[in-house]
T-cell receptor, first 114, second 114 residues
Framework: DGGITQSPKYLFRKEGQNVTLSCEQN?????MYWYRQDPGQGLRLIYY???????QKGDIAEGYSVSREKKESFPLTVTSAQKNPTAFYLC?????????????FGPGTRLTVT | GENVEQHPSTLSVQEGDSAVIKCTYS??????FPWYKQELGKRPQLIID???NVGEKKDQRIAVTLNKTAKHFSLHITETQPEDSAVYFC?????????????WGAGTKLIIKP
């Protein structure tokens, strides 16, 4: 089932290396989001974008960066400044940013940094 | 800011029985409350939502109730079936002039025993 895709499914990196997670959607959605999911915790927002060339920090943006050069794509870079990067990362999109718009999630990328 | 607490973290019920998951929120300004279901290895998907101008909403075997005074809302699943086994997330939205963000609960793992 397409719509919103993330790659790769599993990613392994050495400490100190930057890594970029891919997120692509063909739903023609304006808004896109990146979440981090840790065991026993709710989804925490890293960054979101309402429109191309615009993005805003979420609750836990430190150590992460994003870009939104195309409507379809919202890649997330996990930098070496992120102190605890090992986690499950979910990308989502919605028609627009606002109340009542369902967020469609990608399958996620599990990042392990050693 | 808004905080959402979800209980219990794990719920085990016999097939055919009912299941209830509860969430409380801290900001009385929140007025949109969606529930997402995440099956094992799959992405979260919206299953039902409620706005603060409504006290209850039903969709077949699932229902959500909202108590604005007490600032809590609950997911009710009746006649549970094996396919109901999943992690359920509640969320609350805080809509301001220029900000919109879903605040998520930590999730409830629902186990349906045959």
């Amino acid at each position: 089932d397409g719509g919103i895709t993330q790659s790769p499914k599993y990613l392994f990196r050495k400490e100190g290396q930057n890594v970029t997670l891919s997120c692509e959607q063909n739903l023609n959605h304006d808004a896109m989001y990146w979440y981090r999911q840790d065991p026993g915790q709710g989804l925490r927002l890293i960054y979101y974008s309402q429109i191309v060339n615009d993005f805003q920090k979420g609750d836990i943006a430190e150590g992460y960066s994003v870009s939104r050069e195309k409507k379809e794509s919202f890649p997330l870079t996990v930098t070496s400044a992120q102190k605890n990067p090992t986690a499950f990362y979910l990308c989502a999109s919605s028609i627009a940013r606002g109340q009542g718009y369902e967020q469609y999630f990608g399958p996620g990328t599990r990042l392990t940094v050693t | 800011g808004e905080n959402v607490e979800q209980h219990p973290s794990t719920l085990s019920v016999q097939e055919g029985d009912s299941a209830v998951i509860k969430c409380t929120y801290s900001d009385s300004a929140s007025n949109y409350f969606p529930w997402y279901k995440q099956e094992l290895g799959k992405r979260p998907q919206l299953i039902i939502d409620i706005r603060s101008n409504v006290g209850e909403k039903k969709d077949q075997r699932i229902a959500v109730t909202l108590n604005k005074t007490a600032k809590h809302f609950s997911l009710h699943i009746t006649e549970t079936q094996p396919e109901d086994s999943a992690v359920y997330f509640c969320a609350a939205s805080l809509e301001g002039d220029s900000n919109y963000q879903l605040i998520w609960g930590a999730g409830t793992k629902l186990i349906i025993k045959p």
